[in-house]
């Protein structure tokens, strides 16, 4: 990557369910600018605030367009990043078969990388937080849904077609809360959603994943065994992984993260149980450390890796 310097630049677009976070950094990872917005009417009409965005945070920060090397999309699956689709993600209704790569390609003459969030997020915290240093590291998502991104070999691993990671889908119990439209799901067990479902299936009352987590931290028997049973699931997938794929290290967000105390004893109780030995041994298990900036670095992450994949000899 001769052409990056202390001069050069990336644009991170981040476009969730509900808002677009667009941000403009340095290539060692230093933010400068950044604007965010509602997700709001059709693909078209959000890509063309996105590029007006991308156009005043050049214009503000001052910079020549020849300074900003690539932009990096963070979105949602199902997608196609070499051909850098949009393929009807479930929380971007509308958003059918989308060449979102192309289309900013040619409003900003600037070169356009996609990937789906669980990827990115894996790319960010493999630069810049808990997975950095690591060969082979595996992050998991663990919020609304369940999936995972892979760094195998010290570069991103999408699959044949970009559905590497996608271990919500896995069945791990001939029945339970349902995820990723499979009862008994890994997703059903370990997510917002299935900590919810499973809460509810036993008090009757209907709560947010936050709700449950906090009142299994303040003693409530229900809650708390809501809590384990995910944990024990938690470690019976990440047993799965570590015997397959063999990672120095796998890293989780959001609930994990946010809650750890209340998952790390039953999730490791059952990896010591469930995994191989050496390989057990041989791999940490953390939280996610990039926090709130995490959907910014992981948009980041995409153009770096991008750029980075570009300019590596065949």
Not at 40 to 46: I, L
Not at 215 to 237: E, H, M, N, Q, W
């Amino acid at each position: 990557m001769e052409r990056m310097n202390t001069l050069s630049y990336a644009i991170g677009v981040d476009i969730g369910g509900t808002k677009t976070a667009v941000s403009l950094w340095t290539f060692d990872g230093s933010l400068k600018k950044k604007d965010k917005f509602a997700t709001e009417g059709s693909a078209e009409t959000v890509i063309a605030r996105i590029t007006t965005t991308i156009e005043r945070l050049i214009g503000d920060a001052e910079i020549g367009r020849n300074q900003v090397l690539a932009i990096g999309i963070s979105c949602g699956g199902p997608l196609d990043s070499d051909q850098g689709l949009i393929l009807s993600p479930p929380n971007l209704p509308g958003w059918d078969n989308i060449p979102v790569v192309r289309i900013l390609e040619e409003n900003t003459g600037i070169r356009c990388f996609l990937e789906n969030d669980a990827n990115a997020c894996a790319l960010a915290e493999w630069y810049w937080g808990a997975g950095y240093g690591y060969r082979n590291m595996i992050f998991l998502t663990f919020g609304t849904g369940l999936g995972a991104g892979l760094i195998l070999n010290n570069q991103l691993y999408r699959g044949t077609c970009d559905l590497a990671g996608e271990i919500g889908h896995i069945r791990l119990a001939d029945d339970g809360p349902s995820g990723y439209g499979k009862n008994g799901s890994w997703e059903g067990f370990c997510s917002g959603g299935g900590i919810s479902r499973m809460y509810a299936s036993i008090s009757g009352r209907e709560e947010s994943g936050k709700y449950v987590c906090d009142a299994a931290a303040s003693g409530d028997p229900v809650a708390k065994g809501v809590i384990d049973r995910s944990a024990t699931y938690l470690g019976r997938g990440i047993a799965l992984l570590i015997d397959i794929l063999n990672p120095e290290c796998i890293v989780i967000g959001s609930i994990f993260a946010r809650n750890e105390n209340l998952f790390r004893t039953m999730m490791e109780s059952v990896i010591a149980r469930e995994a191989l030995n050496d390989a057990r041994k041989k791999c940490v298990i953390v939280p996610a450390q990039l926090g709130e900036l995490l959907g910014d670095r992981a948009a980041l992450g995409v153009a770096i890796d991008g750029m980075k994949n570009v300019s590596a000899p065949k």
